[in-house]
C-alpha cells in the first residue's frame, strides 16, 4: 500500500504536491546549474587563453586548441538544446564529433619532433590504475542504460537500449555495473585505510585532501587565464581541478549507492520507508546522475584528454607515470620533492613510510 501511495509511477505530480520533494527537486537543479556553470567558465577562460592569450602555443598548438574549442562550444549547445526539450541538439553534437575529428586530423598532420627520451616519474600503482578503469567502464555502462530514461522524450535515446539487446538488458547491464562501481568504491576505500595505516595513521598518506593553496591555486588559475598573471600556479602532488573531481566522486557515491538500492528493491523499501522515500530517492538519483555525466563530459575528459597540453590523450592513466618534463609543466612542486629525495643518502631516503609511497610501487593517493 505504502509502494503505491509513494507516487513511484507519477513523480511528477507527487512533486506538485509535496513541499518536501519540491524542495529537493529544487535544490538539485540549482546545484547542477551552479557546478556546470563554475566549470564551463573555468574550461572557457583556459581555451580563451591557449586559443588567443599571450602565453606559449599549448603542446598540440593554437590550431588544434581552436577546434576544441569550436568543438566545445557546439557540445554545450546541444546539451542546452536537449534539456530545455528544444529541437536540434543531435546535430549540435554532430558537429562537435565532427569538429574533434578535424582536430585529431590536424595533430596528426603536424610534423613531430624527435623526442628525446625522458626520465619517468610513477603517478599512479597498478591497483589504482585497475581502480580507475572499473569506475569508467562501470560509469559509461550507467550512462548508456540511465540516460535513456532520464530523456524518455528524447526519441533516438531510446535507441541507445539496443546495445543491450532491449530494454530487460539494459535494466540487468545497469545493475551489473552498479555492482561493479560500488564494489570498486569500497576497493577505493579500503586502499585509503591501508595507506593510511601504512603512514603511521597520519593524514600524510591522503594528499588528495584540499588545502588553503587549492583555493590561492584556483584563484590564480583564473587570473592566468585572465592573462592577469604571467605564470600559472606551481601544483604539486594533485591539482585542485583533480581534487575537485576525487571529492565530486565521493559526494555522488553515497547518494547513487543508497538512492539506487532504494530503486532495486522499490516494494521492500516502499513498505518501510514514508511514502517520501522513493520520490526522494528518484530525484536524487535522477539529477545526481546528471550531474556527474555532465561533470565528466564538459570537464573531467577535458582536463584529461582533450586540454590542448594533453590532446589527444593523457596516458598516464594507462601507464601511471609522467616524463620529466610533464612533471616539470603539470606538478613541478611535487617533482621538485622526488628530485630532492632521490639525491639524499639512500639510508635517509628509505627511512619511512612516506618514503616508502614516494620510491616504492606504491604513491600515495
Known amino acids: ?21 519540491t524542495v529537493e527537486d529544487i535544490f538539485f537543479k540549482a546545484l547542477t546549474i551552479g557546478v556546470m556553470v563554475l566549470l564551463l567558465f573555468v574550461v572557457a577562460l583556459d581555451l580563451r587563453a591557449k586559443v588567443f592569450g599571450p602565453h606559449p602555443a599549448p603542446q598540440s598548438g593554437r590550431a588544434v586548441a581552436a577546434l576544441i574549442a569550436t568543438s566545445y562550444c557546439a557540445m554545450v549547445t546541444g546539451l542546452v538544446l536537449a534539456i530545455c526539450k528544444i529541437g536540434g541538439s543531435e546535430w549540435a553534437w554532430v558537429a562537435a564529433i565532427t569538429l574533434i575529428a578535424a582536430a585529431f586530423v590536424v595533430h596528426a598532420a603536424r610534423k613531430k619532433s624527435q623526442s628525446k627520451k625522458e626520465k619517468t616519474y610513477l603517478r599512479f600503482s597498478l591497483s589504482l590504475r585497475l581502480q580507475h578503469i572499473c569506475l569508467a567502464v562501470s560509469f559509461v555502462v550507467l550512462v548508456l542504460t540511465g540516460m535513456p530514461l532520464k530523456f524518455a522524450h528524447v526519441g533516438w535515446s531510446h535507441h541507445l537500449h539496443i546495445l543491450f539487446g532491449g530494454f530487460s538488458g539494459a535494466r540487468i547491464a545497469h545493475r551489473v555495473a552498479a555492482i561493479v562501481m560500488t564494489a570498486t568504491w569500497l576497493w577505493h576505500g579500503l586502499h585509503l585505510l591501508y595507506l593510511w595505516k601504512k603512514a603511521g595513521f597520519t593524514l600524510s598518506s591522503w594528499t588528495m585532501w584540499p588545502s588553503k593553496k587549492d583555493f ?18 606551481r601544483y604539486g602532488r594533485f591539482t585542485w581541478k583533480e581534487k575537485f573531481d576525487y571529492f565530486a566522486v565521493y559526494w555522488g557515491m553515497p547518494i547513487m549507492v543508497l538512492s539506487g538500492l532504494v530503486l532495486w528493491f522499490p516494494v521492500f523499501f516502499g513498505n518501510r520507508l514514508t511514502d517520501h522515500g ?9 539529477d545526481e546522475a546528471l550531474l556527474a555525466f555532465l ?6 575528459l577535458y ?7 594533453h590532446f589527444p590523450m593523457s596516458p598516464v592513466w594507462l601507464t601511471g607515470t609522467l616524463t620529466e618534463s610533464e612533471m616539470e609543466r603539470e606538478h613541478p612542486l611535487e617533482k621538485a620533492e622526488l628530485d630532492a629525495r632521490d639525491s639524499e643518502p639512500s639510508n635517509n631516503r628509505l627511512g619511512g613510510p612516506q618514503a616508502e609511497e614516494r620510491h616504492g610501487k606504491e604513491p600515495n593517493t
Open 1 to 21: 500500500m505504502n509502494f503505491c501511495m509513494s507516487g513511484a509511477s507519477h513523480l511528477r505530480l507527487k512533486i506538485e504536491r509535496s513541499l518536501l520533494l
Open 303 to 309: 582536463n584529461t584528454h582533450f586540454d590542448p597540453e
Open 216 to 233: 590561492s591555486d584556483f584563484l590564480d588559475t583564473i587570473k592566468y587565464s585572465l592573462g592577469l598573471r604571467k605564470e600559472p600556479p
Open 295 to 300: 561533470a565528466i563530459l564538459m570537464w573531467h
Open 278 to 286: 522513493l520520490g526522494i530517492a528518484y530525484i536524487a538519483h535522477s
